[in-house]
């Protein structure tokens, strides 16, 4: 009766020896210590900002009408530590004819477009860059009101209290014939 009351002591102890480092190695707060509270959000952060610069046209477009410029405004959500966020955006550009391709039904081009775009930033580093892609409605001087798309790139840089970002697009409205391309570079500030 002595042997097995000795083997299961000392299975006893070996148990308990076994547990007491395995808890001394737990890492982190004890269980019954309540959780820390959190000082960011998991919901949606919108950004706004505004944008301006110049638009360049492309194909058809600059058969009749110059460089000019646009103006935007742009509100994005952003997941807290995710590369990519959702941009809702407004875009204004306007086209002056060229000289000497004065006639009739020829005057200076405006394009219109409020579309959404996804954005995905490449890298986490004090200068962001990113790439983008969205769909959008376009309205077009003597174009009417089409669908589009536009893809670009650019980067964001954080200051105090906003950002600036410089960003270069092509925006591709579908129309009848060919489509209507615009190359605005743009720069702005979010905040």
């Known amino acids: 009766m002595i042997l097995p009351r000795r083997i299961s002591t000392a299975l006893f ?13 737990q890492s982190g707060p004890p269980a019954s210590t309540a959780p820390a ?19 360049i046209p492309i194909g058809r477009l600059a058969d009749d009408h110059a460089a000019g410029y646009g103006l935007g405004g742009v509100v994005e959500y952003a997941v807290s530590g995710q590369p990519y966020s959702l941009r809702g ?18 005057d200076d081009a405006n394009l219109l477009s409020l ?11 004090a200068a962001q860059t ?14 009417g009101t089409r669908p589009g798309f536009n893809v670009g790139s650019g980067v964001e840089i954080p200051l105090t209290g906003f950002s600036a970002v410089a960003e270069a697009r092509l925006h591709v409205m579908l129309a009848d014939a060919r489509p209507i391309l615009a190359i605005p570079l743009t720069v702005g500030i979010r905040f």
């Open 115 to 125: 579309g959404s775009t996804i954005v995905y930033r490449l890298q986490h580093s």
């Open 37 to 55: 509270p959190r000082t960011q959000s998991d919901y949606y952060v919108p950004l706004y900002g505004g944008t301006a610069g110049i638009s």
């Open 130 to 143: 990113f790439v983008t892609g969205g769909i959008a409605i376009y309205n077009g001087t003597h174009e």
């Open 89 to 106: 955006e407004v875009l204004w550009q306007r086209f002056p004819l060229k000289s000497g391709h004065e006639g009739p039904g020829k």
């Open 13 to 25: 102890i070996a148990l308990v020896g076994a547990t007491l480092p395995a808890g001394a190695q």
